[in-house]
Structures are given as C-alpha cells and as structure tokens.
C-alpha cells in the first residue's frame, strides 16, 4: 500500500505561481510513475502530467504544457507540480496519484489540496 498526501495548495492571483507537493509512504520503492490531476467545480477529473519514478521521463497534458512541472525527488519518496501563470480556471482541487507497474491503474491516490486562483 502506498498513501499519498498533496501539500501546497492556496489562494493565489491570476499570474502567479504556486509548487504543489505529494509525499508518499508506505510501499514508496514500489512506486513506478506518480501523476497529478485535478477536479475543478462541476466538471470532471482530469489528467495534468505524470513521471516515470526511476527515468524522470515526463508527460503533460496539453492544458497545462509550458506552464506546469513536474518533478519528483525519489530520496525524499516525493513528487512536485511547479504550476506558473495560473488562470482563474485552473481553480480545482489538485490529486496527486501513483502506480506500481507500466499497466496498471493509477490507483493510489492523495485526499487533495484545493487551488484557487482570482482575477
């Protein structure tokens, strides 16, 4: 079993910048790609980025491509989201999640941090 938990999250304006965090624990070694998603209100969870654990390798949607990153720091059992010009629609509230194989679901997930940004 992995738990997850997302730090990070707040009010910020328009054009700012926030660094989410998910720390993990439990089976951490296990992890092979951890990923961030996000639910904004009314409206379905959606896919941001993810990164393979051992390679770094990234993938990122196209909403949120050129303005997030993600980052891990595999000592710390720890992954990032760096998001930077933030749009009032990128107000949701923010899942990090993990998977232990290629195949598999991501089906370890943190409780959530709420993102809300103003204009």
């Known amino acids: 079993q992995v738990q997850l938990v997302e730090l990070g999250g707040g009010l910020v304006q328009a054009g700012g910048s926030l660094r989410l965090s998910c720390a993990a624990s439990?089976?951490?070694?296990?992890?092979?790609?951890m990923g961030w998603f996000r639910q904004p209100p009314g409206k379905e969870r959606e896919f941001l980025a993810a990164?393979?654990?051992?390679?770094?390798?990234?993938m990122y949607a196209d909403s949120v491509k050129g303005r997030f990153t993600i980052s891990s720091d595999n000592a710390k059992s720890t992954g990032y989201l760096q998001m930077n010009n933030l749009k009032p629609e990128d107000t949701a509230v923010y899942y990090c999640?993990?998977?232990?194989?290629?195949?598999?679901?991501?089906?370890?997930w943190g409780q959530g941090t709420q993102v809300t940004v103003s204009s």
């Open positions: 999640a993990a998977k232990l194989t290629s195949l598999s679901d991501f089906r370890y």
């Open positions: 439990g089976r951490t070694f296990s992890i092979y790609r």
């Open positions: 990164i393979n654990w051992s390679e770094g390798s990234r």
